[in-house]
């Protein structure tokens, strides 16, 4: 389980590069766009070997490139190359020679199982012009623990390997129902989900900021209630929560009273309001609850 996940931003923009970070976990992965790749050789870790996601599109469907590396920049710049050839538009990386439980055997596996999995789902179509190999000899356990933290890592980043396929433009409508957001204020960091139903879902493992002098005593009461709950604890949420209002969900995240959602941040770049206002697929129920 997740106890806290922050999110950086490489270039001061959220169409730039992202950085996560995990505090369980000694994985620092990457979402990195394709314009930027040659700019991302300096990146701790990138040096050394793991596992990558390339996602994009193939005709009308969602596309995918797996690839299990040695020295993950090492091979990055080629796929720049290969983009005539397949679509991508972003990549997933995650470094993983902090693990000292996984070797070249171990990631071969890793790719094996996501490349089997997202096969026998059919969810996208797959670039890759080979089958990863599987490896008897290698570290189950370990293979297991690290499939399932990058696979709730690129859920938390909207990529779910293993829903059905879709055309590349229903996808993208999906993504826009399910749009992804940041809290970056003082302390606090906190990623947010905008549902198709209009709820909010705050990604377990987000930080809140402590209280101060200003905060109101409802905002401490419910955080109170939530810690007693097992909701929160040393002020990072160890589950997803589900909030109906926008603001009584930031206002608990940076412990003052908000009275607008400003604060909350599109990885597109986009401030709440001016993404529900060019979001066409977002209805004006929406606008309203907000």
Same mark, same amino acid.
């Given at each position: 389980m997740t106890e806290s996940v922050m999110l950086e931003m490489l270039d001061g923009s959220s169409q730039g590069r992202l950085k996560l970070a995990f505090t369980d976990w000694p994985v620092t992965p990457y979402k990195l766009p394709y314009e930027m790749i040659n700019e991302c050789q300096d990146l701790p870790g990138i040096d050394g070997p793991g596992l990558y996601f390339l996602f994009g599109r193939d005709g009308v469907y969602s596309g995918l490139y797996l690839g299990a590396a040695r020295y993950i920049y090492s091979e990055l710049p080629d796929?720049?190359?290969?983009?005539?050839?397949?679509?991508?538009?972003?990549a997933v990386v995650f470094p993983l020679g902090g693990l000292s439980d996984l070797g070249q055997m171990e990631l071969q596996n #890793?790719?094996?199982y996501f490349y089997s999995g997202v096969k026998a789902a059919g969810s996208y179509v797959l670039w890759n012009d080979f089958v990863?190999?599987?490896?008897?000899?290698a570290d189950l356990r370990a293979v297991g623990l690290t499939y399932g933290k990058i696979k709730e890592t690129l859920e938390l980043l909207g990529f779910d390997l293993f829903q059905a396929r879709q055309k590349y433009e229903d996808w993208a409508e999906q993504?826009?129902?399910s749009e992804l957001f940041y809290i970056g204020c003082g302390e606090a960091s906190a990623l947010c989900r905008l549902n198709a139903d209009c709820s909010f879902t705050l990604v377990m493992g987000s930080r809140l900021a402590p209280l101060t002098d200003d905060s109101s005593e409802r905002i401490a009461a #419910?955080?109170?209630k939530m810690q007693k709950a097992g909701k929160l604890k040393d002020l990072a949420t160890t589950r997803d929560l589900t909030f109906r209002d926008a603001l009584a969900m930031l206002s608990l995240i940076v412990g003052t009273e908000c009275q607008e959602c400003d604060?909350?941040?599109s990885l597109s770049g986009l401030t709440l309001s001016e993404y529900l206002a060019g979001a066409q697929a977002v209805s004006k129920k929406v606008v309203q609850v907000v």
């Open positions: 796929h720049v190359m290969e983009n005539t050839v397949f679509a991508w538009d972003q #890793l790719a094996f990863p190999r599987y490896d008897n000899a993504r826009v129902k #419910l955080r109170k604060q909350l941040l």
